[in-house]
């Protein structure tokens, strides 16, 4: 018996062009100046912060505070509802779009994950599957939000969850992976 093996092609994946030049210049332009503009901000200056993400392209809602030590890859593909808080070191991967529903809590080193690859094509493309946090859920400190999940309204997340799939409303999840325990 002979086994037949694809082998990664890294590059391919390398050549591959994922990206715009518009893109590319907008990530540029938000890692060398916006980053600067957002991050230099003290802690208390969230309508600051609020306004550097709008010039940016980010649908941000009123009375959102957003630490300054909060990362965000893309904010052009982020939408953030009325009256959220993202706390430190948030990790907002935002490959493909994030929206995180009013009065949502994401609360410290949470990691939003919004890109992956496809591991079953040798060429490994770039996938962008979209992340969606209802109203008034809360994520607790270090919990993963794989790609492509939804987490519905008034879900809990438990602190360092991994959710990769979708959670219902009102439906408290934790553990790796992450599983109903309860309802809020």
């Known amino acids: 018996m002979t086994e037949v093996r694809e082998t990664l092609d890294i590059a391919a994946n390398r050549r591959a062009r994922k990206w715009s030049r518009r893109a590319l210049a907008g990530r540029l332009a938000w890692e060398t100046v916006g980053v600067l503009l957002f991050r230099i ?9 609020r306004g550097v993400l709008r010039l940016f392209g980010a649908r941000i809602g009123r009375a959102v505070h957003i630490h300054p030590t909060v990362r965000i890859t893309i904010p052009w593909t982020l ?4 009256e959220v808080g993202i706390g430190d070191r948030v990790v907002l ?12 809590t994401i609360s410290q080193h949470v990691h939003l994950c919004a890109g992956s690859h496809d591991f079953r094509r040798p060429d490994m493309p770039l996938l962008k599957p979209p992340i ?22 008034g879900a809990v997340v438990g602190a360092r969850a991994v959710v990769v799939r979708d959670v219902a409303e009102r439906t408290v999840v934790a553990g790796n992976p992450a599983r109903p325990i309860g309802v809020r």
Do not use: Q
């Not at 901000?41 to 912060?49: D, G, K, Q, S, T």
């Not at 939408?79 to 009325?82: P, Q």
């Not at 946090?133 to 999940?149: H, K, N, R, S, T």
């Open 132 to 153: 969606a946090v209802g109203e008034e859920a809360w994520l607790c400190a270090d919990a993963f939000i794989g790609p492509g999940v939804t987490v519905g309204r």
């Open 93 to 104: 991967y935002s490959l493909g779009p994030i929206t995180i529903g009013a009065r949502a």
């Open 79 to 82: 939408t953030v509802g009325d």
């Open 41 to 49: 901000a003290p802690r208390p200056f969230w309508a600051w912060r």
